[in-house]
């Protein structure tokens, strides 16, 4: 593997067509998936590390946000990528913030009501690295489902040809989905953050015995959340996968997604639903411990 820091570098250094996974460090097993998937394609694995300030509505959330750029090149390397591509903000915003990308109605709902301008700093970096890496894949998990529908429809609106792929979200031991926010939950309400995966869960289990209400869905859920009264819900939602926009019943692919507050830190989970089969994705469970948790 090598390190590279320019989007030129990056170009010059695939062997093949690039198979592409951004994140903004602090990597633990979800990220490793998409590495590992990346890196079964054949192309040229390039994971980017870059902690965007343009999706940061909270200047102290960006500040505290967890870097470790040598930690998380080792276990990249070890997951399977090529090119480690860290720039800076120069490289990546050289004409400062004056060029941006906005996704218009797709970011609307949920996160976007809570955090206002976060997808136009997702879509405007997304279509940097799809311009200057010019991958042929692109790999992201399904936890930031929202996310996930906003990066297809700037790669249709852009015609980037890109192939988006979207890969389960990665769980801990007991069902929490792995976030680097994990690691800030204290140890007195961590038990409380697993209304959220247990709201799914109950979501998913009416669904897959045949409900396809959203609002009886959504009851379903919001009881189980309810249950802790520490969590607090912003939203609770069921929206079409492809253009986050919240439906009435399933009759399309769709998800089920939760946000709360939990101890002061803000958690974002959901399940994937096919609406043909009613099948859930709910996610790849861990048998041990994350590396989140390992000492640096």
Same mark, same amino acid.
């Given at each position: ?190 038990? =409380?953050?697993?209304? %959220?995966?247990? *709201?799914?869960?109950?979501? #998913?289990?009416? @669904? /897959?015995?045949?409900? $396809? &209400? ?17 969590? =607090?819900?912003?939203? %609770?939602?069921? *929206?079409?996968?492809?253009? #986050?926009?919240? @439906? /009435?019943?399933?009759? $399309? &692919? ?24 009613? *099948? ?17």
């Amino acid at each position: 593997m090598i390190i590279v820091r320019t989007f030129g570098e990056v170009r010059a250094a695939a062997h093949s067509a690039v198979s592409l996974v951004p994140t903004m460090g602090y990597l633990h097993e979800g990220h490793m998936s998409l590495i590992g998937a990346a890196s079964q394609t054949g192309d040229t694995t390039v994971v980017s590390l870059f902690v965007n300030p343009t999706q940061f509505g909270d200047s102290a959330d960006f500040v505290a946000y967890p870097h470790n750029e040598a930690r998380d090149a080792a276990i990249a390397e070890a997951a399977g990528c090529d090119i480690f591509f860290a720039p800076s903000a120069d490289e990546v915003y050289p004409l400062g913030h004056r060029v941006t990308v906005s996704v218009g109605g797709v970011g609307d709902a949920m996160e976007g009501r809570f955090r206002h301008g976060h997808f136009e700093g997702v879509a405007t970096v997304v279509a940097k690295l799809f311009a200057g890496v010019q991958p042929r894949r692109a790999f992201f998990g399904r936890k930031d489902a929202q996310q996930l529908a906003v990066v297809r429809t700037l790669r249709d609106g852009l015609r980037f040809p890109v192939e988006v792929i979207g890969m389960p979200t990665v769980r801990e031991q007991d069902g929490l989905a792995l976030s680097s926010r994990n690691t800030q939950i204290g140890k007195g309400v961590r038990r =409380e953050a697993l209304s %959220l995966s247990r *709201a799914l869960f109950s979501a #998913a289990d009416a @669904i /897959e015995q045949g409900e $396809r &209400d959203s609002a009886a869905i959504a009851k379903i859920a919001r009881s189980v959340a309810a249950a802790t009264p520490q969590v =607090e819900v912003e939203y %609770l939602e069921v *929206a079409d996968s492809m253009s #986050a926009a919240p @439906i /009435e019943e399933i009759d $399309r &692919d769709a998800f089920v997604a939760i946000a709360a507050k939990v101890g002061g830190v803000r958690l974002i989970d959901n399940i994937a639903v096919d609406a043909v089969t009613l *099948a859930t994705d709910r996610g790849i469970m861990l048998d041990k411990q994350s590396i989140l948790y390992e000492e640096d």
